[in-house]
């Protein structure tokens, strides 16, 4: 089970980096695609059009290699769901029909889902380290130990009665 989720967190984190590369290869084109049709956000949306291929990188690179998981699946998980809530938004502001929305966000919604197996490996406990494969020890049940006997108790000595002094 360790091995294959190994092999899914590189598959995975190696084609999110690749993905990312191969946007940054038509950047400007990709810019304009991603900032078209948000009316008044035109501007953020391309500014998010140059800065989504390195949240893929960067993020693809980390899980990829284990280093830094809660940052890696941070940045990876916000370059992927933004894609759909993108497309979505472009449906909302200008009117292009879901038709022409769907297909991409459903592809992105595929992602998201090996993004979530690629993942699964991390936990709260496990994001400053690496998952190891150390055996995890299994707590020993102890058998109840039976009352010590009259003769074996301690005899406890009497209390001295404090008595504060008087002040003159």
Same mark, same amino acid.
């Given at each position: 089970?360790?091995?294959?989720?190994?092999?899914?967190?590189?598959? *995975?984190? +190696?084609?999110?980096?690749?993905?990312?590369?191969?946007?940054?290869?038509?950047?400007?084109? !990709?810019?304009?695609?991603?900032?078209?049709?948000?009316?008044?956000?035109?501007?953020?949306?391309?500014?998010?059009?140059?800065?989504?291929? /390195?949240?893929?990188?960067? /993020?693809?690179?980390?899980?990829?290699? &284990? !280093? !830094?998981?809660?940052?890696?699946? !941070?940045?990876?998980?916000?370059?992927?769901?933004?894609?759909?809530? &993108?497309? =979505?938004?472009?449906? +909302?502001?200008?009117?292009?029909?879901?038709?022409?929305? =769907?297909?991409?966000?459903?592809?992105?919604? +595929?992602?998201?889902? *090996?993004?979530?197996?690629?993942?699964?490996?991390?936990?709260?406990? $496990?994001?400053?380290?690496?998952?190891? $494969?150390?055996?995890?020890?299994?707590?020993? =049940?102890?058998?109840? +130990?039976?009352?010590?006997?009259? $003769? =074996?108790?301690?005899?406890?000595?009497?209390? #001295? #009665?404090?008595?504060?002094? #008087?002040?003159?």
């Amino acid at each position: 089970m360790s091995v294959s989720t190994l092999v899914v967190r590189i598959g *995975f984190g +190696v084609a999110l980096a690749l993905v990312g590369i191969a946007h940054y290869l038509d950047a400007a084109t !990709f810019a304009e695609a991603v900032g078209r049709g948000l009316g008044t956000l035109e501007p953020i949306g391309m500014a998010w059009g140059y800065l989504l291929p /390195g949240l893929m990188i960067v /993020g693809g690179v980390l899980i990829a290699l &284990g !280093f !830094f998981p809660a940052v890696g699946t !941070f940045i990876a998980g916000l370059a992927l769901v933004s894609i759909p809530a &993108g497309l =979505m938004l472009k449906s +909302v502001l200008s009117g292009l029909s879901l038709n022409d929305t =769907m297909p991409p966000a459903m592809n992105a919604i +595929v992602w998201i889902l *090996f993004y979530v197996a690629a993942v699964r490996g991390f936990s709260c406990q $496990s994001a400053c380290e690496m998952p190891s $494969s150390k055996p995890v020890p299994t707590p020993v =049940m102890r058998a109840p +130990v039976a009352p010590a006997s009259k $003769s =074996m108790m301690i005899a406890k000595a009497p209390l #001295k #009665k404090i008595v504060p002094k #008087k002040k003159k």
